[in-house]
């Protein structure tokens, strides 16, 4: 089945955070020692709009970015994983708990660690800064790099495709 065809099927978005929904930056106070990160509010428009028109939204990370879940929270999502030292463990419980098929799962990683979650996913796709690895498994490379609104490219691609862009529920937040 091509790409396009795909993204109509498509039910459930699960991300990497570091280098997808962010650009891999990390931010340390010097007073306290605390890591931060910069998220893209484009990709914060199309996150919280997936959620709001009823996907399964869900974020991997092998960080333990507190600053990740309160972004991700304040969007709808409530299925954020930090520390997941196994994502791929991590991907196959949370579509078991859910009685999701991985075939209608796009997910988006960057780097090595997303490797194992790629290859499983129905539409593994990546941003255009993503490790050349992935690059070469993933279905589609979004011109876009990582944290700079390539969540919003591919979650924009599913909705104009299965015609719920621009309805009645994107104009709010």
């Given at each position: 089945?091509?790409?396009?065809?795909?993204?109509?099927?498509?039910?459930?978005?699960?991300?990497d955070v570091d280098g997808v929904l962010t650009d891999g930056s990390v931010?340390?106070?010097?007073e306290t020692g605390e890591q931060t990160r910069a998220f893209?509010?484009?990709?914060?428009?199309?996150?919280?709009?997936?959620?709001?028109?009823?996907?399964?939204?869900?974020?991997?990370?092998?960080?333990?970015?507190k600053s990740a879940i309160h972004r991700l929270n304040s969007l709808g999502i409530t299925e954020v994983f930090i520390?997941?030292?196994?994502?791929?463990?991590?991907f196959k419980v949370y579509l078991e708990e859910r009685h999701l098929k991985a075939t209608n799962v796009l997910y988006m990683g960057d780097d090595i660690p997303?490797?194992?979650v790629i290859q499983?996913?129905?539409?593994?796709?990546?941003?255009?800064?993503?490790?050349?690895?992935?690059?070469?498994v993933c279905?589609?490379?979004?011109?876009?790099?990582?944290g700079r609104g390539c969540a919003r490219d591919?979650?924009?691609?599913?909705?104009?495709?299965?015609?719920?862009w621009m309805n009645a529920e994107a104009y709010s937040w």
């Amino acid at each position: 089945m091509d790409f396009l065809n795909k993204l109509k099927d498509i039910t459930t978005f699960v991300f990497d955070v570091d280098g997808v929904l962010t650009d891999g930056s990390v931010f340390v106070s010097e007073e306290t020692g605390e890591q931060t990160r910069a998220f893209n509010i484009k990709d914060g428009y199309a996150l919280q709009l997936a959620v709001k028109l009823g996907y399964n939204v869900c974020a991997i990370s092998g960080s333990r970015s507190k600053s990740a879940i309160h972004r991700l929270n304040s969007l709808g999502i409530t299925e954020v994983f930090i520390g997941a030292r196994d994502k791929t463990e991590k991907f196959k419980v949370y579509l078991e708990e859910r009685h999701l098929k991985a075939t209608n799962v796009l997910y988006m990683g960057d780097d090595i660690p997303d490797l194992g979650v790629i290859q499983m996913a129905g539409l593994p796709v990546c941003p255009a800064d993503a490790a050349e690895e992935i690059k070469a498994v993933c279905e589609y490379v979004s011109p876009i790099p990582g944290g700079r609104g390539c969540a919003r490219d591919v979650i924009e691609k599913v909705l104009k495709v299965q015609g719920k862009w621009m309805n009645a529920e994107a104009y709010s937040w």
